[in-house]
């Protein structure tokens, strides 16, 4: 995968070199190359902004070294090669998911716009839309001073996701949010040795080497984790999407099932607390609902 970023901060994208990312650079698997775009200014001060029209604070990047930057991108590319994606940082784009994520890591090539002071002169981005497909990409209901962080971070979200740059390829597919099974679904704790550390053991179910048994196990504390910390997800799951220890599982936190088929917070479902993990109810609902499950789960030992 070829990967353009055009920025006036080009060091801040040296962590491109590091870890991950640096070792499928090195490997190949992917093709970073960042622009510095004051190198299309024209005038002794590399200026990129300009004041806004209509007035108000701050300023604006320029239309000009933009449009030559990208232009000298785009005509870089090997003959026959498909038009890059360009991704365009911007607190008002869509948010960035794991699902989007996944959509960019299957295109060959994208090229990130990260800008710096109000943004970017609309103009830009209705310029290359008629030619281009052009993300508007939101990191998050917040706003920082730039792009390159959220380059940053959307690069190694897809990075990871790229055949061998991953020691175990099936990791990510168990992953929060992975589309598939953990589609909307946080994952649970993990644990690793000794098997008691300051007084506090594991759960036992991962010592018992029963497969089944533990995939359910991480399963419901996926649904434990999810409807303390982001309820919303859960009622976004589709019911198709949830077996019948799923559905036990959520009944047991609180949660019904509304006429559409999707489950909702149901009158003895604990509170969101805000506090970033499960409250005391769902605690005891999702532990008595591991020891109800324990007989069935015996019984066809699935763990589906
Ligand atoms: C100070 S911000 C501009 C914010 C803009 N005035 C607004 O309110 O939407 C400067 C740049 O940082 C980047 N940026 C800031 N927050 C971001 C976010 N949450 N997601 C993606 N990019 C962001 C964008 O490239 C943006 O153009």
């Not at 004041?51 to 090997?78: N, R």
Request: glycine share 12%.
């Amino acid at each position: 995968m070829r990967l353009d970023v055009v920025t006036i901060f080009p060091e801040y994208l040296e962590p491109l070199d590091v870890s991950l990312v640096g070792k499928a650079r090195a490997r190949g698997v992917l093709d970073v190359r960042v622009h510095d775009l004051r190198a299309w200014t024209h005038d002794r001060h590399h200026t990129v902004d300009d004041t806004p029209y209509g007035g108000g604070p701050g300023m604006v990047m320029k239309p000009e070294p933009w449009g030559e930057a990208l232009d000298e991108v785009l005509a870089s590319g090997e003959p026959g090669q498909d038009s890059p994606v360009l991704v365009v940082p911007t607190p008002s784009g869509q948010p960035f998911t794991q699902e989007l994520a996944v959509e960019l890591a299957g295109k060959p090539w994208l090229v990130f716009t990260p800008a710096r002071y109000e943004g970017i002169d609309r103009r830009v981005i209705e310029e290359y839309a008629e030619r281009l497909d052009v993300r508007e990409v939101s990191i998050g209901d917040y706003v920082l001073a730039g792009g390159e962080a959220p380059v940053l971070v959307m690069v190694e979200a897809v990075a990871r996701l790229l055949p061998g740059v991953l020691g175990n390829a099936a990791s990510h597919q168990d992953d929060s949010f992975a589309p598939g099974t953990m589609a909307n679904l946080l994952e649970g704790p993990v644990y690793t040795k000794p098997p008691e550390w300051r007084g506090r053991g594991i759960p036992e179910v991962l010592l018992s080497g029963h497969h089944g048994r533990i995939a359910r196990w991480r399963r419901d504390q996926a649904f434990a984790r999810t409807v303390g910390n982001r309820p919303e997800l859960v009622e976004r799951c589709a019911p198709e999407a949830l077996d019948k220890h799923d559905r036990a599982a959520l009944a047991a936190l609180g949660w019904e099932p509304g006429t559409d088929g999707r489950w909702r917070p149901g009158p003895g479902a604990a509170p969101h607390d805000g506090a970033g993990q499960r409250g005391g109810v769902a605690e005891e609902a999702a532990e008595q609902a591991d020891s109800d499950r324990q007989h069935g789960l015996e019984q066809d030992g699935s763990g589906a």
